[in-house]
């Protein structure tokens, strides 16, 4: 009995002082490639989501492009931070919860820490700024344009890679442009997610190729060649759409039914599960059920006193406002900038001059956009409680719905994933948000000029010379691998020559 308990107690010290290990190692590995990222990561969400896939899947190969794409388009998905929810799932997936979390403090605090202190330095200026200072502003908001445009086309190629996400990520830009709102940009999502539903389940496909078919005949009529009036074989599903977002072997199944006949796919076949390729260090369903369940019921009873009670303590109200933002925007950084504004100076807590001048500031600041509202919970506390506590109302308000959400969904992952209609939708919410990028690029453009006439923001195409700072950007990096800090500080520099050459 003696020889069978230390056996046991030697196989679970074994046991343990492996998991330690392997722990250990995999918390060593997160800050050996994190600790610097929130330090040096410029250039919103697009840009963020470039460099990711550049550093964690060509280069170290912490996950597969197919997974990479899968987490986007979940980021994607869910409300918050984009490109924080994705650099928070990287650590999960190779490393645990446990370096996910620590990993999202390292990549959001930096910025945090410096848009409290921006809040700080703005509460104790004059209202009006010389123009050299709107110079460098305006100089700082063109760059940061063309780093965004940039990194737009660049995971538009990785997005597009067939006929129905080309047209997506086309139209997800162009309605984003028409229209803002709350709940435009969710049901932008949705609707890209049916239509790649739709189109890999050839649901949309016997009509195409009837109506293609009709063509053929008409076109043989009109022509009295022979050669030309030869009817074709219609269009095959591989000739047409590789799903190139789904896995492997999702790809492989939609290519084999569509060689093997035309029809509609069978309930059978709908629901077949695929193989996951990714290997995810998450926790149970259960945990990821609860955890979801846990935050709707808490949001539900903010929401509820938000609405009902009234004489509110201050903090209470701003922290209610950032917390509902953060929970019903989609799309990430570039959609939250001007959302906020309807929660912060609609509510008379933040001017419009204020809310500006960080939007131009903030934009050149490393790390994740939503940091914005840690600058604007500082400032829409100025009267009531101290700066410091509206830093910390704005950063739990901003990142904590997204977060929690997001750690939810990756303990439901395994089951998720497998789910090929699943998949087939992510692909087309991919699609969309890539397109909405394009939006952020218009948006930002279109209130990055400022001056002592535009202290609330007008057009940067009022001048040519700010159309050049922003190709001189985009050439920079799309053509000479120019770094996104130094294209920023460039861009501030060509401001600062437009003063001198238009107002001496």
Known sequence: MAHIFMFLVGKTTSYTENYISKRADSMRDMLR???????????????????????????????????????????????????????????????GYVAGILSFFIWSLPGAIAAYALAVGVNRISDNLPSVVYALLSGLNAATVGIIALAAVQLSQKAATDRITRILVFLGGSAGLLYNTLWYFPVL????????????????????????????????????????????????????IRPEGLSDAVSSSVQT??????????????????VATPETNVLSWKFGVTVISCFLLTFTAIMIVRGTVQDQPFGFRVFANLYLAGTIIFGGGPVVIPLLREYVVAEGWVSPRNFLLG?????????PNFNFAVYLGALAVAGHLNAAAGAIIGYIAIFGPGIILHTGTMSLWKILRNIRWFVSALRGINATAVGLIYTAVYRLWEQGLLSETFASGSSLGLDPWWLVVTATSFVGGHWFNVPAPATIVLGGIMGMVWYGVTKT
Not at 66 to 95: R, W
Not at 359 to 367: H, N, S, T, V
């Open 33 to 95: 490639q994190n600790w610097f990222l929130g330090l040096t990561c410029f250039g919103g969400p697009a840009v963020h989501f470039q460099i990711f896939r550049q550093r964690f899947v060509d280069k170290y190969g912490w996950l597969s492009d197919d997974a990479y794409k899968e987490m986007f388009a979940l980021c994607q998905a869910l409300p918050g931070p984009g490109s924080t929810k994705m650099i928070y799932a990287i650590n999960v997936i190779h490393g």
């Open 189 to 240: 999502m949705v609707l890209g997610a049916v239509t790649t539903v739709v189109w890999d389940y050839r649901w949309c496909h016997s009509a195409i190729d009837a109506a293609r078919a009709r063509m053929k005949r008409s076109r043989s009529r009109l022509n009295t060649s022979t050669e030309e009036g030869q009817p074709e074989e219609p269009t095959m599903l591989q000739d047409v």
């Open 257 to 274: 039914r569509a060689a093997a006949s035309r029809r509609h796919p069978s309930s059978e076949e709908t629901e077949e599960q695929v």
């Open 359 to 367: 939007l131009a500031i903030c934009q050149a600041y490393p790390g």
